[in-house]
């Protein structure tokens, strides 16, 4: 096994057993050495072997396990968060809640620096457990107060409620999920919203895991020398940059309580890595689109697309951790077959930070993505997205059908949506050209179960810009798609702008309402869809229950 020595020097971190060192020096392109970030030590440490016990809870038996802070200068100056399970009537356990803040990149591309995004993890199961919030100013002794305020848990579909302990400090139940999946849930109240922008200036998130599962380390397990696991222990990591993935690492497992200041990208076609664990990679100390001219990423800088890029290889797997401040997207695998599960991504601060790239048969599952650019991009054959949160800032579409020369895209699936804001220009189904002449075949293509929770008043529903595009897009299937949002214009209208060479074919909309206070709709107008530049016959099709 490989493991990274932690900045902080976390105590029995590193334990060595077949008492080899090994030191290696990978490289990304012409100027990307890392050194010591790439200097490893063989290990199955206490950590590891107690992580994988203590995850495997009886089922019956109420658990809880509340992540460690990775150090104290990452943590939120704006909320305090203690967890308890609530049958055992223990003392409320603190957690630690990270933040990251607009301002640090605010000489960067269209950053609103005087927001702040902070979040906190911990996995539980057998019981409910409690989560109580705190408002708090770490640079001062004056707490901040809820008073008699209403407070909004989204997704509001989880039916969750908080009440009030006392004028600075909420509380709500979280019930344990028989599904193995999680809680994504975002705490508001009308004192974080800006009265100007109408966003919410000082995010909180709570991240409540499953208990992670063994079968995650099967994988560095198989080969008995344990050489192609990496390994993050709790503290700070730093690798100068975008750590390169031999293909013969199988696993890079990064702990609850470790924190990483860098990235990760594969570099051979043979790559097959599973990336777990509960902590958290970040690209805060990276500018956004920097990097030295000629090399094969320029326009992207130091990272190469994205903070996790597993373009190379196959099959690859990213669970359970969280992805924050990226420097351009968050995670970019062009590769064939990729899952993402249980993955939270937090503090979008630039335009360009989109969320999703995936290939031919990639899965999405029990995500948050919040995002200012494109949320998801739809960008291949057979996709399957379920049981996605999005926080669409005031950049890009939530799904992303278009851009460059053309696409073709068909067999893709998305099931059970909540989208909790959309703050800006931001359109949910988007199919957006930049190319003059562009060909598209973009066809079955089903939504399942969407709501919109919250949206500006110039967002839309469906955004097509393809007035230059050949080719067809047909056979979409919208089924249960609500906008619950008392929206300011209404209605979340749809804006299809076409060219004569673009056809668009046999939709389907079941189930569809377009507004809090709206009924289903049975028609294009009914549903404030508007088609500009089309002289073909659009085939529309309308079914309410």
């Known amino acids: 096994m490989w493991s990274h020595t932690s900045q902080n020097n976390v105590p029995n971190m590193i334990l060595w057993i077949n008492m080899c060192i090994l030191s290696v020096v990978f490289s990304l392109g012409e100027g990307y050495a890392l050194s010591e970030a790439a200097r490893v030590t063989a290990e199955f440490s206490r950590e590891w072997s107690g992580a994988s016990s203590q995850e495997l809870p009886e089922p019956s038996s109420p658990y809880l396990n509340v992540y460690p802070a990775a150090a104290a200068e990452l ?98 139940d979280i019930p344990p999920r028989i599904a193995h999946k999680g809680y994504k849930i975002s705490v508001e109240a009308p004192s974080m919203v800006n009265t100007t922008t109408g966003w919410i200036t000082h995010s909180l998130m709570i991240f409540a895991d499953p208990p992670e599962h063994p079968d995650l380390f099967a994988q560095g397990r198989k080969d008995p020398d344990l050489s192609s696991t990496m390994y993050f222990g709790p503290g700070v990591h730093d690798l100068n940059g975008q750590l390169v993935l031999p293909p013969n690492i199988a696993l ?100 360009n930070t989109d969320g999703i790239v995936t290939g031919p048969g990639g899965h999405v599952r029990d995500v948050f993505v919040r995002s200012n650019d494109d949320g998801i991009k739809l960008y291949a054959n057979d996709m399957v997205v379920e049981d996605a949160i999005v926080w669409q800032m005031k950049n890009g579409g939530v799904f992303q059908l278009g851009w460059w020369t053309g696409h073709t895209q068909t067999g893709i699936v998305v099931n059970n949506t909540s989208l909790i ?125």
């Open 421 to 545: 804001h959309l703050e800006g220009h931001n359109a949910v189904f988007s199919i957006i050209t930049n190319v003059p002449d562009s060909k598209y075949n973009i066809s079955n293509i089903t939504w399942n179960d969407v709501t919109v929770e919250d949206c500006s008043n110039t967002s839309n529903l469906l955004n097509f810009r393809t007035a230059d595009v050949n080719g067809a897009i047909s056979a979409w299937t919208l089924s249960n798609v609500h906008v619950t949002s008392a929206t300011p214009v209404g209605r979340l209208p749809s804006v299809l702008t076409l060219g004569p060479n673009t056809e668009v074919c046999c939709f389907k909309f079941y189930n569809l309402t377009t507004g809090n206070a709206e009924a289903c709709s049975t028609n294009a107008e009914d549903a404030d869809i508007t088609v500009v530049g089309s002289t073909k016959p659009l085939q529309f099709q309308f079914q309410c229950p």
């Open 75 to 172: 943590l939120s100056s704006h909320w305090r968060v203690a967890v308890e399970i609530s049958s055992k009537g223990t003392k409320p356990e603190a957690a630690a809640v990270y933040e990251s803040a607009a301002k640090n990149r605010d000489m960067e591309h269209e950053v609103d620096d005087d927001r702040t995004s902070s979040w906190c993890g911990f996995s539980f199961s057998g019981g409910t457990v409690t989560v109580y919030v705190t408002k708090a100013t770490r640079s001062n002794s004056q707490q901040q107060q809820f008073g008699d305020e209403s407070i909004i848990l989204r997704p509001v579909s989880l039916g969750l409620t908080a009440h009030s302990v006392n004028s600075s400090t909420i509380a709500f």
């Open 252 to 351: 890079v497992y990064i702990a609850p309580g470790a924190w990483i200041d860098g990235g990760f990208i594969t570099a051979s076609e043979n790559s097959n890595v599973t990336i777990a664990g509960r902590g958290v990679i970040s690209g805060r100390k990276y500018p956004f689109l920097k990097g030295p001219a000629g090399s094969h990423c320029y326009y992207n800088g130091s990272f190469c697309w994205s903070l996790i890029n597993l373009d190379k290889g196959t099959s690859h797997l990213l669970d359970g951790v969280t992805l924050a401040d990226p420097p351009k997207y968050y995670f970019r695998s062009y590769a064939a077959g990729v899952h993402i599960t249980n993955v939270k991504m937090v503090a979008a601060w630039p335009y």
